[in-house]
């Protein structure tokens, strides 16, 4: 991928189904232990009538398609995918950046077996805040609450 040909852009509110394939499309790929709760239709309805109405949605586009997303609101970071050839070149560094523009803090919920996200938000700055046995999650899976502050983002930086 060449970062130079990646634009990054607010979502239009018609972008529901790209974002929700992106989305199933990663979860599929590096997810496959989830279980599959919904279907495309109903993926594509929760994108455009819930996600892309009350977060704010940015999308990574190259050539006129779209390759990740981010969908975040005040303090929490709700999405951050893409599709699989798309990871680990440096694109959801950028679109987490963007959740991180104006906020204090930011925090997101991950799925415990998920490590590789894992080992991305710590390399970004989020740590640990708790873990839960997953009762309270859709998926019934263990999960993690991480959180990222720009104070201790930029107390750490050298003088």
């Keep these: 991928m060449n970062n130079r040909e990646i634009i ?22 590096f997810l496959p232990y989830l279980p599959d709760l919904h279907n495309i239709d109903e993926d594509i309805a929760y994108f455009s009538n819930v996600v892309l109405k009350q977060s704010e949605v940015w999308c990574a586009e190259q050539h006129r398609a779209l390759v990740g997303f981010c969908a975040f609101r005040e303090g929490w970071l709700d999405h951050l995918y893409c ?21 204090d803090r930011l925090s997101l919920w991950v799925f415990l077996r998920n490590e590789r996200a894992i080992r991305f938000y710590k390399r970004n700055g989020f740590v640990k805040i708790s873990e839960t046995d997953g009762s309270g999650c859709e998926e019934k899976l263990p999960d993690a609450l991480f959180m990222w502050r720009r104070d201790s983002v930029t107390n750490d930086l050298p003088s």
């Design 8 to 29: 990054l852009r607010k979502a239009d509110a018609s972008e529901g189904e790209q974002v929700a394939r992106i989305s199933r499309a990663s979860r599929q790929h």
């Design 83 to 103: 599709l699989p050839e798309y990871v680990g070149c440096g694109l959801g560094a950028k679109l987490l950046d963007i959740s991180k523009q104006g906020q």
